[in-house]
Protein backbone atom coordinates (compact mmCIF):
# COMPACT_ATOMS: atom_id res chain seq x y z
CA UNK A 1 0.00 0.00 0.00
CA UNK A 2 1.24 3.43 -0.92
CA UNK A 3 1.47 6.01 2.25
CA UNK A 4 3.44 8.95 3.39
CA UNK A 5 3.51 10.03 6.44
CA UNK A 6 4.21 13.06 7.55
CA UNK A 7 5.69 13.91 11.60
CA UNK A 8 7.73 16.06 13.75
CA UNK A 9 4.97 19.11 13.44
CA UNK A 10 3.96 20.91 16.85
CA UNK A 11 3.61 24.42 19.01
CA UNK A 12 7.00 26.67 18.49
CA UNK A 13 7.75 29.76 19.85
CA UNK A 14 7.95 32.89 17.06
CA UNK A 15 12.23 32.13 16.03
CA UNK A 16 11.98 28.78 16.73
CA UNK A 17 13.06 25.87 14.45
CA UNK A 18 10.89 22.62 13.27
CA UNK A 19 12.45 19.44 11.22
CA UNK A 20 9.23 17.76 9.14
CA UNK A 21 9.76 14.49 8.06
CA UNK A 22 8.06 12.60 5.56
CA UNK A 23 8.36 8.86 5.13
CA UNK A 24 7.05 6.71 2.21
CA UNK A 25 5.95 3.37 2.55
CA UNK A 26 4.78 0.45 -0.57
CA UNK A 27 7.34 2.78 -2.90
CA UNK A 28 10.71 4.35 -3.00
CA UNK A 29 10.62 7.81 -2.79
CA UNK A 30 13.74 8.52 -5.01
CA UNK A 31 12.11 7.89 -8.32
CA UNK A 32 9.61 10.98 -7.23
CA UNK A 33 9.86 14.83 -7.03
CA UNK A 34 8.74 15.38 -3.65
CA UNK A 35 6.94 18.74 -2.68
CA UNK A 36 6.24 20.13 0.62
CA UNK A 37 2.84 21.85 1.09
CA UNK A 38 0.62 24.25 3.86
CA UNK A 39 -2.74 24.87 3.96
CA UNK A 40 -4.12 27.32 6.83
CA UNK A 41 -7.65 28.24 7.80
CA UNK A 42 -9.60 29.63 5.34
CA UNK A 43 -6.57 29.53 3.21
CA UNK A 44 -5.73 27.77 -0.31
CA UNK A 45 -3.18 24.85 -0.29
CA UNK A 46 0.19 26.92 -1.05
CA UNK A 47 3.50 25.03 -2.44
CA UNK A 48 6.34 25.71 0.05
CA UNK A 49 8.89 23.32 -1.57
CA UNK A 50 9.91 20.52 -3.61
CA UNK A 51 12.87 18.58 -4.40
CA UNK A 52 13.33 16.91 -8.02
CA UNK A 53 13.81 13.32 -8.31
CA UNK A 54 16.49 13.49 -10.95
CA UNK A 55 19.51 15.61 -9.77
CA UNK A 56 18.09 16.62 -6.05
CA UNK A 57 17.54 20.08 -7.08
CA UNK A 58 15.32 22.34 -4.46
CA UNK A 59 13.00 25.28 -5.00
CA UNK A 60 11.57 27.52 -2.78
CA UNK A 61 8.23 30.06 -2.44
CA UNK A 62 9.50 33.46 -1.93
CA UNK A 63 8.29 33.61 1.30
CA UNK A 64 10.07 30.81 2.68
CA UNK A 65 13.65 31.19 0.96
CA UNK A 66 16.82 31.14 3.26
CA UNK A 67 14.77 30.24 6.53
CA UNK A 68 13.37 26.52 5.30
CA UNK A 69 15.61 23.45 3.84
CA UNK A 70 14.02 20.55 1.84
CA UNK A 71 15.91 17.39 1.88
CA UNK A 72 15.97 13.66 0.70
CA UNK A 73 17.47 10.33 2.81
CA UNK A 74 17.01 7.76 0.32
CA UNK A 75 18.32 5.30 2.80
CA UNK A 76 15.52 5.92 4.78
CA UNK A 77 13.22 6.74 2.21
CA UNK A 78 12.43 10.17 4.17
CA UNK A 79 12.10 13.74 3.17
CA UNK A 80 12.27 16.38 5.47
CA UNK A 81 11.91 20.01 5.81
CA UNK A 82 13.74 22.16 8.48
CA UNK A 83 12.37 24.75 9.16
CA UNK A 84 14.08 28.09 10.65
CA UNK A 85 13.54 31.34 11.75
CA UNK A 86 9.42 30.20 12.50
CA UNK A 87 6.59 32.75 12.77
CA UNK A 88 3.24 33.14 13.19
CA UNK A 89 2.73 33.50 9.65
CA UNK A 90 4.05 29.91 8.74
CA UNK A 91 1.03 28.43 10.75
CA UNK A 92 -0.84 25.61 9.10
CA UNK A 93 -1.20 22.23 8.10
CA UNK A 94 2.01 20.88 6.53
CA UNK A 95 1.81 18.15 3.34
CA UNK A 96 3.94 16.15 1.27
CA UNK A 97 2.96 15.01 -1.88
CA UNK A 98 4.72 12.62 -4.59
CA UNK A 99 4.66 13.31 -8.20
CA UNK A 100 6.04 10.70 -10.71
CA UNK A 101 7.29 13.21 -13.00
CA UNK A 102 8.81 16.54 -11.49
CA UNK A 103 8.24 19.41 -9.00
CA UNK A 104 4.77 21.64 -9.80
CA UNK A 105 4.01 24.37 -7.75
CA UNK A 106 0.37 22.82 -8.03
CA UNK A 107 -1.74 20.32 -6.21
CA UNK A 108 -3.21 18.44 -8.48
CA UNK A 109 -0.13 17.36 -10.36
CA UNK A 110 0.80 15.41 -7.32
CA UNK A 111 -0.27 11.68 -7.28
CA UNK A 112 0.19 10.75 -3.58
CA UNK A 113 -0.44 12.98 -0.23
CA UNK A 114 0.25 12.35 3.22
CA UNK A 115 -2.46 13.74 5.79
CA UNK A 116 -0.59 16.23 7.25
CA UNK A 117 0.99 17.59 10.50
CA UNK A 118 -0.05 21.09 11.88
CA UNK A 119 2.50 23.51 12.90
CA UNK A 120 1.55 26.37 15.04
CA UNK A 121 3.76 29.28 15.66
CA UNK A 122 2.53 31.58 18.72
CA UNK A 123 3.73 32.91 21.70
Known amino acids: QVQLVESGGGLVQPGGSLRLSCAASGFTLDYYAIGWFRQAPGKEREGVSCITKSDGSTYYVDSVKGRFTISRDNAKNTVYLQMNSLSPEDTAVYYC????????????????WGQGTQVTVSS
Open 97 to 112: AADQEYCSEYAYDYDY
